[in-house]
């Protein structure tokens, strides 16, 4: 399975898609290794972030999660897992990303979570998801690709 499309009708239906992902991205899955990547696609309040929070709440962030779009990045650890949140939305200068050491960021094993990685360029590597949110009436659709084993992989477990 390569691809899924989700309605999430409200809110609370994105908050769902985002911990039933949690247990497969933080090493909570028998056979399924822990970390990835998911790039977010959808216009300005599509609910990319809400999905994020959603997603780092469930894998037991606590504390203030803000919105990266000024810094670029914010990051969090729960026990020995790494966890990035970027949001390229502003995102202007590549020398930016190159003096923020963002490439070695990318190539840790860690659970890395980018809003706007079309306004990178091709500075990003291939995530294993790409998640697009598309406004459907008063809620969303989600879609679904997998672009790896890995993600193929979170997709089979999440089929209904
Ligand atoms: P983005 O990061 O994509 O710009 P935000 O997550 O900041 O968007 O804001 C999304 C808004 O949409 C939030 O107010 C959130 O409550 C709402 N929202 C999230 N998912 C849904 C949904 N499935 N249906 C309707 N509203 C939603
Ligand atoms: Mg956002």
Redo the contacts with the bound molecule.
Sequence with gaps: LQALTLS????D??TALAERLAPLLSGQVPGVPTGGRIHLH??????????VRALLRACGVTGRIK?PSYALLESYKVSSLYFYHLDFYRFSDPREWVDAGFRDILQDNAVVLI?WPEKAGDLLPEPDLDLH?DYCG???LATLDARSAKGTLWITTLAP
């Design positions: 999430l009708p409200d809110e239906a994105t959808g216009d300005l309040g599509a609910g990319k972030t809400h999905f919105s809003e949110l008063d809620g969303r």
